[in-house]
């Protein structure tokens, strides 16, 4: 997404949801899919599903959220 903002000039302002938003859910469905069939692999399935989701929530990058031009 800073590529995006220094490169391209895209999202220069932060205001642009439709860039931001898509990638916050995405990394968050990267974390749980992460966590979920590589970290948590060895413990049973509800613990498994609820310690991923909770992780996915909690590390989730919310900083996306932040505008880019508070950066530079």
């Known amino acids: 997404m800073l590529i995006m903002a ?8 932060g205001d642009e949801l439709y860039l931001t ?9 990267l974390i749980f899919v992460f966590n979920y069939f590589i970290t948590f692999k060895k413990i049973d399935k509800t613990t498994r599903q609820l310690l991923s989701l909770i992780l996915a929530v909690v ?7 932040v505008p880019s031009s508070w950066v530079h």
């Open 59 to 65: 590390t989730a990058p919310y900083t996306f959220l």
């Open 21 to 29: 938003v898509p990638g916050l859910v995405i990394s968050a469905v």
């Open 6 to 13: 220094f490169v391209f000039h895209v999202g220069r302002l």
